[in-house]
T-cell receptor
């Protein structure tokens, strides 16, 4: 169990650019979540995958955000035409399927949009 | 759907006790508790399922009142290592995700 891995750890980009983050979950975990966290706030739900299927997406997520999980393994989160309001920590979490199980979080990708 | 936590912040001396509350407006299936230290990922503490169960982990325990859709986290004889921000994550009935509260910042001083 090597834990949830996220890359890159930090990303600085200019407004209007596209960015992509990667998450490698714990290998036997079927469920994968993306959250966004800003300073002083709790993690805000973005989207959820069960294997390769994206089962839920927050209504707060604009069309500029898209996530994929090809083959049910790693996942990518892409933000197009970034805005300064997108600056945040993007957290990925995975969980084992089968009932209520804890989320294991990665260390996150900190995005700064200038 | 975000749960409400109280208090927002608390300062304790080593050995003192604290209670953190979490309340939801939705019918809940489960409540999770996590602790996050500055610059680190949230770390799982415990899960409570509906049924009003209570769980404990060393000197940290929690309860879940499903009628009131409320959960409380109890920290007894606090240690310096307990410092951090505590989040409750609520799983509404029929949902497949967790909604996190705004957190309670706990500081334990010598």
């Amino acid at each position: 169990d090597t834990g949830v891995s996220q890359n890159p750890r930090h990303k600085i980009t200019k407004r209007g650019q596209n960015v992509t983050f990667r998450c490698d979950p714990i290998s036997e975990h079927n469920r994968l979540y993306w959250y966004r966290q800003t300073l002083g706030q709790g993690p805000e739900f973005l989207t959820y995958f069960q294997n390769e299927a994206q089962l839920e997406k927050s209504r707060l997520l604009s069309d500029r955000f898209s996530a994929e999980r090809p083959k049910g393994s790693f996942s990518t989160l892409e933000i197009q035409r970034t805005e300064q309001g997108d600056s945040a920590m993007y957290l990925c979490a995975s969980a084992h399927d089968g009932g209520v199980t804890p989320l294991h979080f990665g260390n996150g990708t900190r995005l700064t949009v200038t | 759907q975000q749960p409400v936590q109280s208090p927002q912040a608390v300062i304790l001396r080593e050995g003192e006790d604290a209670v953190i509350n979490c309340s939801s407006s939705k019918a809940l299936y489960s409540v999770h508790w996590y602790r996050q230290k500055h610059g680190e990922a949230p770390v799982f503490l415990m899960i409570l399922l509906k049924g009003g169960e209570q769980k404990g982990h060393e000197k940290i325990s929690a309860s879940f009142n499903e009628k009131k859709q409320q959960s409380s986290l109890y920290l007894t004889a606090s240690q310096l290592s307990y410092s951090g921000t505590y989040f409750c994550g609520t799983e509404p009935t029929g949902a497949n995700n967790l909604f996190f509260g705004t957190g309670t910042r706990l500081t334990v001083i010598p």
